[in-house]
């Protein structure tokens, strides 16, 4: 597994992409479909943006987080909520 920091370098398809923090602000909205543009099983983390309606992103469960360092965030983006382009964590690989 390696990070991708630039979406713009990317090249062909990846297996999985995990993006996290990275909805909270509205114009960045567009990076799910870009996402998808990358990989088929996209997975996405954040505190920011409630129940977003994305189809095909689906919402897996949510939970409570913290950083560490902890930044001494507000209780509310501590509450992290994880959304799967329409496919389970089951239908992964386990190796």
Not at 46 to 53: A, E, H
Not at 58 to 80: G, H, I, K, S, Y
Request: charged letters at 25%.
């Amino acid at each position: 597994m390696e990070p991708l920091v630039n979406l713009d370098l990317a090249t062909g398809k990846f297996d999985l992409l995990i993006a996290a923090d990275v909805l909270y602000a509205a114009e960045n909205l567009p990076l799910l479909d870009r996402f998808l543009q990358l990989s088929d099983r996209v997975l996405v983390a954040d505190s920011r943006i409630r129940n977003f309606s994305v189809p095909p992103y689906l919402a897996l469960d949510r939970f409570e987080c913290r950083t560490f360092p902890d930044l001494d965030e507000f209780d509310e983006f501590r509450q992290v909520t994880f959304y799967s382009s329409g496919f389970s964590i089951a239908d992964l690989p386990t190796d």
